[in-house]
């Protein structure tokens, strides 16, 4: 079993979302177009998928949450949990996106800026539908917390954030290695090996898969799930294909009834 949840690791195919549309890039940048999320949500829900995030990357960075029409036509199109983010800032935008069809809800730049909100999230909510996105970019020997899609340091430990996180009540931290992203290099193993010892919630590995290889090393680093994107929406990996090699590996994870 994981080491850190001993439970089985979950494979998660990520949806970043501008203008209603897929998009993929490398560190945050340089998007490009990779299709149409509803479709491709539901692929990766018939292809074994055990979660899917859809993240917002606009929202944030225009003011505004994510489109919840495109979070409804996603979610009837699903049976798997749909996670989302993007621009939530209070109670009243998570709760519409719930309202939407969203199982949990992901939140970045808002908590960093007023970290009470991870409190009213778990308060409201409970803990098992928050989950605290943590985009960290190498800063020498530490990682530093940067927001609004990868455009604003936030000046804080990315490590000491994450933890203030899990102890305000967010149930799982999604960590991006923002040196990894769209790399193809895998996962920064030394961050997600350190995230996974300071906290005492699940950690979502992402940023940098370009081989099953990857996903085994963010496994046996500590991962209680291994989120995917570019390798994913260009068809050089597969969702049924990281869940044979990871089984191969000894790796337990949850196959098809």
């Known amino acids: 079993?994981?080491?850190?949840?001993?439970?089985?690791v979950r494979i998660v195919p990520c949806l970043d979302v501008r203008d209603g549309r897929?998009?993929?890039g490398t560190r945050f940048a340089n998007l490009r177009d990779a299709g149409d999320p509803v479709e491709a949500a539901a692929r990766y829900a018939m292809e074994g998928a055990d979660e899917i995030v859809y993240l917002d990357v606009s929202a944030t960075p225009e003011g505004r949450s994510a489109v919840r029409e495109v979070v409804e036509r996603t979610a009837r199109s699903l049976f798997v949990p749909l996670t989302v983010g993007g621009g939530v800032r209070g109670a009243a935008?998570?709760?519409?996106?719930?309202?939407?069809?969203?199982d949990r809800i992901s939140v970045n730049s808002a908590a960093v800026v007023r970290p009470e909100l991870v409190d009213e999230l778990a308060r409201a909510f409970g803990s098992q539908c928050v989950v605290l996105?943590?985009?960290a970019l190498r800063a020498r020997t530490s990682w530093t917390v940067w927001t609004e899609a990868g455009r604003r340091d936030a000046g804080r430990d990315a490590l000491a954030w994450a933890r203030e996180g899990a102890d305000r009540g967010a149930g799982e931290i999604l960590l991006t290695s923002i040196d990894r992203d769209g790399t193809g290099r895998g996962y920064d193993l030394e961050?997600?090996?350190e995230v996974v010892a300071a906290?005492?919630?699940p950690?979502?590995?992402?940023?940098?898969v370009g081989s099953y290889a990857h996903m085994l090393e963010g496994a046996r680093g500590g991962a209680a799930a291994l989120l995917v994107a570019g390798t994913f929406h260009r068809g050089e990996l597969t969702i049924r294909g990281a869940k044979e090699a990871l089984a191969r590996a000894g790796v337990p994870v949850r196959t098809a009834a």
């Open 203 to 208: 950690v979502i590995a992402s940023g940098g």
């Open 133 to 135: 996105a943590v985009d």
């Open 22 to 24: 897929v998009v993929k």
């Open 191 to 193: 961050l997600l090996e």
């Open 1 to 8: 079993m994981n080491r850190a949840t001993g439970l089985k």
């Open 93 to 102: 935008d998570a709760e519409r996106l719930l309202r939407s069809g969203a």
């Open 199 to 201: 906290v005492n919630v």
